[in-house]
Antibody, heavy 124, light 108 residues
């Protein structure tokens, strides 16, 4: 069974840092682009960042550029999101999501598998 | 970036009825690269449709997608109780990926 499991969320003060992890199983992790998508309380979905399968290309939404870093460890089948200089508006459930196919990656994603999400709360 | 506007904001229907949800893009969506998801409270989204009209694996035939260019539609032919949820469209034709604000499908 294809599964994604996020961890690392929590309560942090504005300006603080957190690192999220997403453990993957049930598929060939190194073949697929992976992404983070977030959802603020009571709001809709917002794509945050994506990473290509194996050549390190990364993509970010404008609001997190320079503050968030996506990375992956294919040997450990794990996706990461390092978040720095956190703001109140970063408060959300953060989902890890798998791209639906392993064609050449150009930042275009359909998300066919999602994790259960991890909560990040930024508050003083 | 391409902005997606979904309508209506809330749709109140009864089980067995037909639901029609709209998603309008601010610019042409390349190759009709539009996906639809539904999401129940406290749960992760589930992929329903990709490429505007292709059902994802395991999605029942009562779900169908249509449209091209800037106007896209999700139709649920006969609503089942488990279909009442939030629905989001997403475009992936022009990075960055963007989502609509959602349509809430509620029981009348």
């Amino acid at each position: 069974e294809v599964q994604l499991s996020e961890s690392g969320g929590g309560l942090v003060q504005p300006g603080g840092s957190l690192r999220l992890s997403c453990a993957a199983s049930g598929f060939s992790f190194s073949d697929y682009a992976m992404s983070w998508v977030r959802q603020a309380p009571g709001k809709g979905l917002e794509w945050v960042s994506s990473i290509s399968p194996d050549d390190g290309r990364t993509f970010y939404t404008d609001s997190v550029k320079g503050r968030f870093t996506i990375s992956r460890d294919n040997s450990q089948k794990t996706l990461y999101l390092q978040m720095k200089s956190l703001r109140v508006e970063d408060t959300a459930v953060y989902y890890c999501a798998k791209r639906d196919n392993n064609d050449y990656y150009s930042g275009r994603d359909v998300f066919d598998v999602w994790g259960q999400g991890t909560v990040v709360a930024v508050s003083s | 970036e391409i902005v997606l506007t979904q309508s209506p904001g809330t749709l109140s229907l009864s089980p067995g009825e037909r639901a029609t949800l709209s998603c309008r893009a601010s610019h042409f969506v390349t190759s009709d690269y539009v996906a639809w998801y539904h999401q129940k409270p406290g749960r992760a989204p589930t992929l329903l449709i990709y490429g505007a009209s292709y059902r994802a694996t395991g999605i029942p035939a009562r779900f169908s997608g249509s449209g091209s260019g800037t106007d896209f539609t999700l139709t649920i032919s006969r609503l089942e109780p488990e279909d009442f949820a939030m629905y989001y469209c997403q475009q992936y034709g022009t990075p960055p990926n963007t989502f609509g604000q959602g349509t809430k499908l509620e029981i009348k």
